[in-house]
């Protein structure tokens, strides 16, 4: 009888794995322990949530400028850009504001309920965007956007969850990558989309909704994408486990249970301190800081990046049409998803996610002083040479954001990675608000000092782009970045 108790207790004295009948999280457990091949569903279904949260946050940048000018609100053509950074950051204002609500709901509802608001407020919001009348409409319509969609912390959870061990790089990788491809894409569309009516005369009359609303057709495109994604995702299996102990299905008798509760609560106790207090939890505040640095960087270079671009050449930029725009992004989005699923796993495991993230943060450097060379080019050599800077840079921006992405979720155990990530989405979504304004306002103040005998012009603007970078990488070493220790 002993032995037989003692085999009773075994098992749980060694903490081994248990499932709940009635649990969705033990469910996905038990089937990945079935499943040791590449899961390509999963990674699919990851990838298009995630591309269809994405794709409207950077849409609008190629006609931002346009659309800010036809509001008739800036005075001046120099005010163009302030007025564009406030409607670029009135998104990622609204995010920063729901951020961790979204991460706790998450935590204490399931990932799914918040992924499925989160694309359907895609559907609402953007399309309500796009027929925007007037600033403060355009405005409201992406503060409320990104109040609503606080899917992307809960889905880097998700992402952890829903893969085994071997395969969680490549599912953070399959997040930052649709994140970025959905940056790159986005503007794309905006750019490829918008006016139809002067671009595409004979499908699009100027009498018609695409003529009047002219910056209608790339949001309303975006939103039935989300629409189709929204109806998917109820068929999402759920990740978080959900136990009920009064309906344990296990055989353990009760004075197995007895014998154990001494030791298990003194672990609990060892565990449950550190477990409560995220805000204290080094690894994980310190990767999310260095993260706020590199997103206030992103989304500034973004929003610069596209008024530089549109910009006329007497201003120092480069002239082009939102068509034009368009193409050099979707030439990025394209390589950008080549190297995130092939290269940057490999790279991950050969050199680990910070020295990729400090390679990169250093290689981008250099790149942004070119900038201002490229546009004094024209022609081929322009496009060229403007083509590949914006393929390196985006690449090299991924690749810091995924390391990044991978610290933070190993730096907390499973209950609490939707208020982690909610914690990191909140910080980001501050920075990120303060990216287009200040990159707004930065490139607005530039263009007025063009004969300025220090960085004139946009030099200025990719100079302080640098020096965002570079407190960045310093960021990345010892003592401030700090990793988990199990």
Known sequence: MAAGEEKLREPFLKNEKRYYENCPGCKVDQLKETKSGLPFTELFSIWIIVLCTALPISSLFPFLYFMTRDFQIAKREEDIGSYAGYVGSSFMFGRALTSVFWGLVADRYGRKPVIIMGTASVVIFNTLFGLSVNFWMAVLTRFLLGSLNGLLGPIKAYACEIFREEHQALGL?????????????????????????????????????????????????????????????????????????????????????????????????????????????????????????????????????????????????????????GEVLAITGFSLLVFQLSLYPFLERILGPIMVARIAGVLTIPLLTSY??????????????????????????VSIITGLFILQNRAVDQDQRGAANGIAMTGMSLFKAAGPAGGGALFSWAQKRLDASFLPGSQMVFFVLNVVEAIGVLMTFKPFLAQRHD
């Open 173 to 325: 990788s399959t997040v930052s990558t649709a994140w970025g491809i959905g940056l790159i894409i986005g503007p794309a569309l905006g750019g490829f989309l918008a006016q139809p009516a002067e671009k595409f005369p004979n499908l699009f009359s100027s009498e018609s909704l695409f003529g009047k609303f002219p910056y209608f057709l790339p949001c309303l495109c975006i939103s039935l994408f989300a629409f189709g994604v929204t109806i998917a995702a109820f068929w999402l299996p759920e990740t978080l486990h959900r136990h009920n102990d009064d309906d344990d299905s296990c055989d353990l008798s009760y004075d197995a249970l007895e014998s154990a509760s001494a030791e298990v609560k003194e672990e609990e106790g060892r565990e449950a301190t550190p477990k409560k207090s995220l805000l204290k939890n080094w690894p994980l505040m310190s990767s999310i800081i260095v993260y706020c640095v590199f997103s206030l960087h992103d989304m500034a270079y973004s929003e610069i990046f596209s008024l530089w671009a549109n910009s006329p050449k007497k201003l120092g930029g480069l002239n082009y049409s939102t068509q034009m725009v």
């Open 372 to 397: 201002p060379y490229i546009a004094m080019l024209s022609g081929f050599g322009l496009a060229f040479l403007l083509n590949c800077a914006s393929v390196v840079k985006n690449l090299l921006s």
